[in-house]
C-alpha cells in the first residue's frame, strides 16, 4: 500500500511539473522575460545555415527521417519563435558565413524543396505540439542534452509502468497471504482495488503505445516501425468564406423557406436551434496553393536581401509593390499597378482584407489569367476573409463595424455584379458603384478598374498573388502565439504552418551584409 501511495504522489507531481513547465513557455508568463533573454544569447541555434536544407532536399528520395533530425535539432529555437520569443534586434555574428545568396538560389532550386519544406514545418509544429500538450515532449525537452533525450523521457514511461506492475503483484501476493492478516479485507474491496490497478497498468500501456505511434520523437529512435512519418501532421485543410458568395447562398435560403407566409416564419423560428450556424466549407490544401507561397517567400526573400529588409510588423503590400516594379518600373507610381496597390497605404488592415477580398471575387468572375495563379489566390482569399470576418482575428471594435456595414451592402452589390456587362463597364473605366456608405465596396470597384489597365492578366493575378501570400504571412507573425497553440488541439491551422515556413526559411530576419545574409537575432 506505501508503493502505492509513492507512486500516486509521483504520478501527481509529475504531471503538475509538465503542466508548470510547458506553461511557463505561455503568452503571459512572468518567465518570458528571461526566456527571451535566453533566447537572445542561444547562437547555437542557427549553426549549419541552409547547407543541410540543401542536402535534404536535393536527394532523390526524400528523407523523412533526415527532415525529422533536422526539426528535433532545430526544436529549441523553433519553439522559441513559434512562441514569439526570438529577438530580431541581435548584433550580427561575423562567423555565420553558412547564410550566403547562393546557398539560398541552390535550396530555392533543389528538387525537392517543396516537399522538404513543407514537411519540415509539419515536424516543427507537431514536436512543438508534444511539448505543449504532452508529459514525453515536455520531458524529453527538460532533460539534459548530454544524455539520450528521447530515451530519458521512455525511461520515465518503463519506470512508471514497472512501479505500477509492482504494486499490482504485491497486492496481489499480500490478498494471498491474506488468511493469516489481521485485517479483514471485504471482497468488493478487493475486487475494486484489483479492478484500479489493472486499470492503471492498462492506461500506461495504452498511452505508451499512442505516444510510439503518434508522437514524432517517438519516430527518432525507438519506433520508426510503428510510427508513420509520412503521414501529414495536421489537417491539411482550408476554411472557406467568400462573401458575395454567403449573400447568394442567403438569398436561396430565403427562397425556399418563403412559403408559409408570417405564420410559416414564426413557426421555423420557434423550432429552429439556438446559434444554428452552418460550418463553414473546407477545401484541401491544394498543390497549387503550397508552390505559390513557397515561391513568393523565396522571391521576398532574394528580394528584400537584394534591396531592402521585409518589414513584417505591418502590412505594406512590400511584396505586391516589388511585381509592380517589375513590369511598370520603381518609378511608375502612375502607372495602374501602383495606383491600385495606393489603395492599401490609405486604409487599414481589415478594410485592405475585405477590398481585395472583393477585388478577387471581381476578377475571378472575370475568368481571366492562368489557373495557376487564379485559383490558389481565390483559395486563400477565401481562407483569410474567414479568419478575418468569422474567427475575428486581427479585427479591432472599428474592424467588426466595417465589416457589418460591408455585409449590408453585398446584396445590392450583387446585383450591380450579375448585370450584363458590368464587367465590360470596369474594364473601359466606368466605376459603376459610388455609394458613401459602402468605401470598402466602392474601392474596390476603383482598384478593379486600375488592374484591368494592366495590359497582361498574368502581371494582375501576380500582382494578386503577391498581396494574399503577404497578408498571410503577415498575419501568421503577427496574430500571437496563442491562436497557433490554441489550434494545434484541433488539427492546427494552414497559416501555423505558414509561420513555421517563414522559420525554415528565415525571412523576417535576413538581411544583406557584406554580401552574406545573416540573421540579425544571432
Known sequence: MVLMFVLGAVKYGERIWALRAAA???????????????????????????????????????????????????????????????????????????????????????????GMAYKLAEMHVSLIYDYLYTKFGTVRFHASPKSNPTMVAALQWLV??????????????????????????????????????????????????????????AGIAVAKHLH???????????????????????????QQTSPGGAVGALIRRILQAPCETPPPPHIIVSPEVKKLLLDKMFVAAIEALQNNRWDFRRFQGQWALWVANRFEGSDAAAGPAHKALSSIQKLDFVATVVVWHLVTTICFQAGD????????????????????????????SNGHIMIAKTQMGVPDFLDELHQDGFIQKLREGDQQYNSPFQLCIAEACMVRVELFKIPEARDRWKLI??????????????????????????????????????????????????????????
Not at 57 to 68: C, F, K, P, R, Y
Not at 85 to 111: E, G, N
Not at 382 to 396: E, F, N, P, Q, T
Request: glycine share 6%.
Open 24 to 114: 511557463a513557455r505561455a503568452p503571459g508568463s512572468s518567465s518570458i522575460a528571461s526566456l527571451v533573454t535566453h533566447a537572445y544569447w542561444k547562437e547555437h541555434y542557427w549553426k549549419g545555415g541552409y547547407g543541410r536544407l540543401v542536402c535534404i532536399s536535393s536527394q532523390d528520395n526524400l528523407s523523412i527521417e533526415s527532415i525529422l533530425k533536422e526539426a528535433s535539432v532545430e526544436f529549441q529555437a523553433s519553439l522559441d519563435f513559434f512562441m514569439d520569443m526570438t529577438p530580431s534586434d541581435k548584433s550580427i555574428s561575423s562567423w555565420m558565413s553558412a547564410f550566403d545568396m547562393d546557398t539560398l538560389l541552390q535550396l530555392k532550386t533543389s528538387k525537392n524543396v517543396y
Open 160 to 217: 512508471s509502468l514497472g512501479l505500477t506492475s509492482v504494486a499490482l503483484a504485491l497486492f496481489a501476493m499480500a490478498m494471498a497471504g491474506n488468511t493469516t492478516s489481521n485485517f479483514d479485507y471485504s471482497e468488493s474491496d478487493i475486487l475494486i482495488s484489483y479492478i484500479l490497478l489493472v486499470g492503471a497498468i492498462a492506461m500506461e500501456i495504452s498511452s505508451i503505445f499512442i505516444a510510439l505511434t503518434s508522437s514524432c520523437w
Open 228 to 254: 508513420h512519418l509520412d503521414a501529414g501532421e495536421w489537417s491539411g485543410k482550408l476554411a472557406q468564406y467568400n462573401m458575395v458568395d454567403a449573400c447568394v447562398q442567403k438569398r436561396e435560403r430565403r
Open 369 to 396: 489569367g492562368p489557373g495557376e495563379l487564379t485559383n490558389p489566390s481565390n483559395d486563400l482569399s477565401g481562407y483569410i476573409m474567414y479568419l478575418v470576418a468569422k474567427r475575428g482575428l486581427m479585427v479591432d
Open 465 to 522: 498573388a503577391a498581396v494574399w501570400t503577404e497578408i498571410l504571412c503577415y498575419m501568421a507573425l503577427n496574430c500571437g502565439a496563442t491562436f497557433h497553440a490554441k489550434h494545434l488541439t484541433a488539427g492546427g491551422e494552414f497559416l501555423t504552418q505558414a509561420k513555421m515556413l517563414l522559420f525554415v526559411i528565415r525571412l523576417p530576419f535576413l538581411i544583406k551584409k557584406m554580401g552574406v545574409i545573416i540573421p540579425p537575432f544571432m
